[in-house]
């Protein structure tokens, strides 16, 4: 009973992501994530069954709505999606009246890796370490690093313990997850052990650099990773994506880079 309602709550999810991701311009509303946050806050658990505007307004808590100009003066609404998973819970815990536990977010990164990369996270990245970018080391690498969306961001930071900063995320996911053991050191200090490529030969799994977002003694400022549409996971405030089209990140890119050893 609980599966089949579950597969009928999905369909009927996916029917709404279509028409808030059909007022999408640039970046849509993953579906995965939603599904994965319904499952872990509603499997096996009574609960009522939803009308079609419970979805809507479910989906609503991922996504901002801003009304746009076209050329000819008339105004039109896009759809943006919430890249803070702390603000789409906010709204989760408001629309439901009830709190998204650490328990439940702590599911929602197993289900959400599982569905969408293949690998189950139950205290590990479930895959052996120093595999290929292509042969399964991006998922390794995910599931490491967004163990720790949400995290806030602490000046010298280095592990969970502590926080992050942005290369002390870096040096800790990266060497946690077996890809590429960093020593904890600076943004330029991951930028200089880098073979630097172009924006569009970058891969998921690169780096991407910024400069001049504080006053660094080195060029280099600030480093998230790369995983592809023209988004970053970083160690912002908190950690999570951001968006490389939108005007400060943009302006402030610095460069594309791959860690030198990490095979093609």
């Known amino acids: 009973m609980y599966i089949e309602n579950m597969q009928d709550s999905f369909e009927k999810l996916d029917g709404v992501l279509n028409e808030i991701n059909g007022m999408a311009e640039a970046e849509e509303v993953d579906p995965y994530q939603v599904k994965a946050i319904f499952y872990a806050l ?26 746009r100009e076209d050329e000819e003066g008339e105004t039109y609404t896009v759809v943006v999606p919430i890249q803070s998973l702390n603000m789409v819970y906010g709204n989760l815990a408001a629309e439901l009246n009830q709190e998204v536990s650490l328990e439940d977010k702590t599911n929602v990164q197993r289900i959400y890796m599982l569905a969408k990369y293949g690998v189950s996270v139950p205290g590990g990245n479930g895959l052996p370490p120093g595999q290929a970018m292509g042969d399964g080391s991006f998922s390794a690498l995910m599931a490491e690093a967004t163990r720790y969306i949400g995290y806030p961001y602490v000046w010298g930071g280095s592990s969970p313990d502590t926080s992050f900063d942005c290369s002390g995320y870096i040096c800790w996911v990266y060497t946690r997850s077996g890809v590429y053991h960093l020593s904890r050191t600076t ?70 880079g791959r860690l030198a050893t990490i095979p093609e």
């Open 187 to 256: 943004a330029q200090g991951i930028y200089d052990q880098c073979a630097i490529v172009s924006r569009e030969e970058a891969r998921p799994g690169d780096l991407v650099f910024f400069t001049g977002t504080y006053a660094s003694a080195g060029a280099v400022s600030h480093v998230g990773i790369y995983v592809g549409g023209s988004r970053m996971l970083h160690c912002g405030s908190p950690i999570g994506y951001a968006d490389l089209t939108s005007p400060y990140w943009n302006s402030h890119l610095y460069a594309f």
């Open 42 to 67: 509603f499997f096996g658990k009574e609960y009522p069954r939803m009308d079609e505007g419970d979805y809507r307004a479910f989906a609503d808590c991922f996504v901002e709505y801003e009304e």
